[in-house]
């Protein structure tokens, strides 16, 4: 038989011409600038078209495809749990998804529990692994990069937003015709000083990117791929939030709010800190000057490893 299934005529010494079959789903040459995985972890996993669902289980309600970014450090306690939610979830409501573990150079078993979930749940799971600290905005962008979806969604890998709310998000995205969502939080299970440092934050990003967002650094945002495919961000580090927003607004795209609950942390910790403070607002100040005047453009806005703010 040939490659195309017919034989070769009778009386005839020719072999077929190779006619490459066209049922066969020839593997995508892959993106070199594309993050992947470390070395020697297992391939990157292409998006699951069909994925499976439970007996009596409904049909998934949209037919978007989406992507749950989940940028991890030194989250061993808590990343394996974050991707069962996910996982438990999606299938409910989607038929086709992908869940994105991107590991941010931790130094406790993060990145070989995130290999461990792309093993146990192949197509589903993509794993991103920095070989070193790169900056919570670094790993946010990574994952949008690595995702093959129509929607990009990110939120913390320490379980303190209840994922099933993306239900309502992406039902809220469509039926206002919009290109972005951003959740804010109606409670906050944060310290005084933290909830305070973030009013008086949220009111000058606010006054200087003319935004109308009542928790701009709130990690539950829903974007449309074309809004992300626009974006040249810079920041690498937790300013991402705020770029993420202001860009959304200055190249005229829509964007709405929701509120969401906001979870007490049951595991790891935080490494967000007053001390970061200072930073944050040189990096805004800078922010600014890129938006609107293309001031530093072509230069990112690197993250400074020892305070998670901008150098």
Known sequence: MSPTGSSTPQGS?????????????RPAVPDPAAPG?????????????????KRGERDPKFTSSVAIVLPAYNE??????????????????????????????????????????EAAHPGLVRGVLFEKNRGYGAAIMAGFRAAETDLLFFTDSDRQFDITELEA??????????????????????????????????????????????????????????VIDRMDVACTDFFIDTELVARTSKLGFKSIEMGVRHLPRTAGRTTVHPGHIPRTLLTVARMWLLIHFGIGRGKAIERDPRTGAAD
């Open 13 to 25: 010494d020719a072999p077929d011409p190779e006619i490459p079959d066209p049922e066969v789903h």
């Open 37 to 53: 995985p470390s070395p020697g972890g297992p391939a990157a996993p292409r998006l699951v078209v069909d994925a499976p669902r």
């Open 76 to 117: 061993e306690e808590c990343i394996e749990d974050a991707a069962a939610d996910c996982l438990d979830f999606l299938p409910r409501c989607f038929e086709r998804y992908q869940v994105v573990c991107v590991d941010d150079g931790s130094s406790d078993r993060t990145g070989e529990l995130i290999r461990g979930l």
């Open 169 to 226: 998000a992406v039902e809220t995205l469509d039926r206002e015709g919009a290109d972005a969502l951003f959740g804010f939080r109606v409670y906050r299970y944060d310290s005084v000083l933290r909830c305070m440092t973030s009013w008086v934050y949220n009111r000058i990003v606010r006054v200087l990117f003319a935004v109308k967002v009542r928790d701009v650094d709130c990690a539950f945002k829903l974007f449309r791929r074309e």
